[in-house]
């Protein structure tokens, strides 16, 4: 009883602390869900309209980026290339020699990769008549792409793309073996100084949960708000 | 004379699909505000042939002559200027399906022809209302019957002012009692002296309408002549024959 009193009063205790790190993994999964759709466009456009070199370029961008551990990944970019990085004055005074920065960039190359997948799944769902009547009418690839294409193959994405948020969830925990002051290295320190790793992993899965839960539902409200209207055509993802 | 100027003028255009011979060799000219029809069996060539005219289908060989101008396929910007002034009518219409009726007519004004947005908004409704869909601007194509939605894609090609508009099957995906409509806008535009060039089993409509029937078969046009002499009493021309097959399975002249 003593035991289970002295779980609940150091969960409690570490609850602000912990919470804390919210922002921080929010910040990780935002950044890199940023970077993986500003990168999985032009990924997944070149994979499917590029020429062979472009198309062999892109594959080999996602092969590489799905192959390699993110932990791995992790220790590259963080004691690598950013100490490389970090000599530069312009980039640290903006901070951008962090850990964060670090963390952000290898989540978003990896997701880009993943998305990139989402994304040429759905354009290749659409039917070809979309692109050929775009150019019939005279618009060049780009504008029938950006126009005609992409904006129907993002809003099929939405789904697939609720599935990547909670993936980025779960890797941004891994942000802490770089110090990322994230929720998992908080719940780690204060395990360490209180002794009660279990009832503070499970306040820590609680509110992963939580986050799952929270960002699926944004998600399925912006997918109810770009819904094209009786729109019946069916992504196949 | 004015009216009689040739408008489109293909000459001996070749493509080749899948490693296989699918035009072999097609020459047709169009003179403004005629109409000109293709018929044939399924397979002969005939959306092949109306695809390599706006280079969606880049010929193998031969010429493609619009307004008198030899267009370079290989200049892309002769390619654009090109599709802006041959308007396509596609069998399954192909209209965009995450923008309303209204938007699927605009969006080419604003982005090919860099009309402001007022200014083609306004044109759109022109469109619509030409085709009798004033009404629908705002629906959504999964919204719209299979005749309406071939309304809006003739809107969507009229907009952009074509010299002239290809036509590949426009009924042939629809309903029996939705054929009509759209019939009686195709109607109108020839009336309105409209160029064009329609693939079509629509017999007994389009021999009113056209001033020649082109029947292809392999690939190649193996009859062409005035509507009424190929389809004379006791002629015997392919394309009489191939009529008559056509009303057998429908039951009717032009089914
Ligand atoms: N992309 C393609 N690859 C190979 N063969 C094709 C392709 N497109 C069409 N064909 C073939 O070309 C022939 C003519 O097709 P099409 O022009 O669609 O005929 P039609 O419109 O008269 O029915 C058909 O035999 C068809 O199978
Ligand atoms: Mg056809």
Same mark, same amino acid.
């Given at each position: 009883?003593?035991?289970?009193?002295?779980?609940?009063?150091?969960?409690?205790?570490?609850?602000?602390?912990?919470?804390?790190?919210?922002?921080?993994?929010?910040?990780?999964?935002?950044?890199?869900?940023?970077?993986?759709?500003?990168?999985?466009?032009?990924?997944?456009?070149?994979?499917?309209?590029?020429?062979?070199?472009?198309?062999?370029?892109?594959?080999?961008?996602?092969?590489?980026?799905?192959?390699?551990?993110?932990?791995?990944?992790?220790?590259?970019?963080?004691?690598?290339?950013?100490?490389?990085?970090?000599?530069?004055?312009?980039?640290?005074?903006?901070?951008?020699?962090?850990?964060?920065?670090?963390?952000?960039?290898?989540?978003?190359?990896?997701?880009?990769?993943?998305?990139?997948?989402?994304?040429?799944?759905?354009?290749?769902?659409?039917?070809?008549?979309?692109?050929?009547?775009?150019?019939?009418?005279?618009?060049?690839?780009?504008?029938?792409?950006?126009?005609?294409?992409?904006?129907?193959?993002?809003?099929?994405?939405?789904?697939?793309?609720?599935?990547?948020?909670?993936?980025?969830?779960?890797?941004?925990?891994?942000?802490?073996?770089?110090?990322?002051?994230?929720?998992?290295?908080?719940?780690?320190?204060?395990?360490?100084?209180?002794?009660?790793?279990?009832?503070?992993?499970?306040?820590?899965?609680?509110?992963?949960?939580?986050?799952?839960?929270?960002?699926?539902?944004?998600?399925?409200?912006?997918?109810?708000?770009?819904?094209?209207?009786?729109?019946?055509?069916?992504?196949?993802? | 004379?004015?009216?009689?100027?040739?408008?489109?003028?293909?000459?001996?255009?070749?493509?080749?699909?899948?490693?296989?011979?699918?035009?072999?060799?097609?020459?047709?000219?169009?003179?403004?505000?005629?109409?000109?029809?293709?018929?044939?069996?399924?397979?002969?060539?005939?959306?092949?042939?109306?695809?390599?005219?706006?280079?969606?289908?880049?010929?193998?060989?031969?010429?493609?002559?619009?307004?008198?101008?030899?267009?370079?396929?290989?200049?892309?910007?002769?390619?654009?200027?090109?599709?802006?002034?041959?308007?396509? #009518?596609?069998?399954?219409?192909? @209209?965009? &399906?995450?923008?309303?009726? $209204? =938007?699927?007519? %605009?969006?080419?004004?604003?982005?090919?022809?860099?009309?402001?947005?007022?200014?083609?908004?306004?044109?759109?409704?022109?469109?619509?209302?030409?085709?009798?869909?004033?009404?629908?601007?705002?629906?959504?194509?999964?919204?719209?019957?299979?005749?309406?939605?071939?309304?809006?894609?003739?809107?969507?090609?009229?907009?952009?002012?074509?010299?002239?508009?290809?036509?590949?099957?426009?009924?042939?995906?629809?309903?029996?009692?939705?054929?009509?409509?759209?019939?009686?806008?195709?109607?109108?535009?020839?009336?309105?002296?409209?160029?064009?060039?329609?693939?079509?089993?629509? #017999?007994?409509?389009?021999?009113? @309408?056209? &001033?020649?029937?082109?029947? $292809? =078969?392999?690939? %190649?046009?193996?009859?062409?002549?005035?509507?009424?002499?190929?389809?004379?009493?006791?002629?015997?021309?392919?394309?009489?024959?191939?009529?008559?097959?056509?009303?057998?399975?429908?039951?009717?002249?032009?089914?």
């Amino acid at each position: 009883m003593d035991g289970m009193l002295k779980a609940l009063t150091a969960s409690w205790e570490a609850l602000p602390y912990i919470l804390g790190g919210v922002w921080w993994t929010l910040g990780l999964i935002i950044g890199a869900m940023a970077v993986g759709l500003v990168l999985g466009v032009p990924l997944a456009v070149g994979q499917v309209y590029g020429t062979r070199p472009v198309r062999r370029l892109a594959s080999l961008y996602v092969w590489l980026f799905r192959g390699v551990p993110i932990l791995v990944q992790l220790y590259l970019f963080y004691f690598g290339i950013l100490a490389y990085l970090s000599r530069f004055e312009v980039l640290a005074f903006l901070h951008l020699d962090s850990a964060f920065t670090a963390a952000v960039l290898v989540l978003g190359l990896t997701s880009a990769a993943y998305q990139s997948q989402i994304f040429r799944g759905a354009i290749q769902s659409l039917p070809e008549g979309q692109l050929k009547a775009a150019r019939a009418l005279g618009m060049t690839d780009t504008t029938a792409i950006s126009t005609i294409i992409l904006p129907q193959a993002l809003r099929l994405s939405i789904p697939a793309w609720s599935n990547e948020y909670s993936i980025l969830l779960k890797d941004s925990a891994l942000a802490f073996v770089i110090g990322v002051l994230e929720i998992m290295s908080r719940t780690r320190s204060v395990a360490a100084t209180t002794h009660q790793p279990l009832p503070l992993s499970i306040l820590a899965g609680l509110i992963f949960f939580v986050l799952t839960w929270a960002g699926i539902k944004a998600l399925k409200t912006l997918e109810a708000k770009v819904r094209m209207e009786g729109y019946s055509h069916q992504g196949s993802l | 004379m004015q009216n009689e100027s040739v408008v489109l003028r293909v000459e001996d255009v070749v493509k080749h699909l899948g490693g296989q011979r699918i035009l072999d060799g097609v020459s047709l000219t169009v003179k403004k505000g005629r109409l000109k029809v293709l018929i044939g069996p399924s397979g002969a060539g005939k959306s092949t042939l109306l695809q390599c005219i706006n280079f969606l289908l880049p010929p193998d060989e031969g010429k493609v002559f619009l307004d008198g101008r030899e267009i370079n396929g290989k200049s892309k910007k002769e390619l654009l200027w090109l599709r802006q002034r041959v308007g396509m #009518i596609f069998q399954d219409f192909n @209209l965009f &399906d995450h923008l309303t009726a $209204m =938007e699927n007519v %605009r969006v080419a004004l604003i982005k090919v022809k860099k009309m402001d947005k007022r200014a083609a908004t306004h044109r759109a409704m022109e469109e619509l209302a030409r085709v009798g869909l004033a009404d629908k601007a705002g629906l959504y194509p999964a919204q719209l019957s299979g005749g309406q939605k071939q309304r809006v894609s003739v809107a969507r090609a009229l907009a952009m002012d074509p010299a002239v508009m290809l036509l590949d099957e426009p009924t042939s995906a629809l309903d029996p009692e939705l054929i009509g409509e759209v019939l009686a806008v195709i109607r109108d535009l020839a009336d309105a002296g409209m160029t064009m060039i329609m693939a079509t089993h629509q #017999i007994g409509f389009s021999s009113s @309408l056209a &001033d020649e029937f082109l029947f $292809m =078969e392999k690939g %190649r046009i193996i009859e062409r002549g005035a509507p009424s002499d190929l389809l004379a009493r006791g002629s015997c021309s392919r394309t009489m024959a191939f009529c008559a097959k056509l009303s057998e399975l429908s039951g009717e002249m032009g089914g």
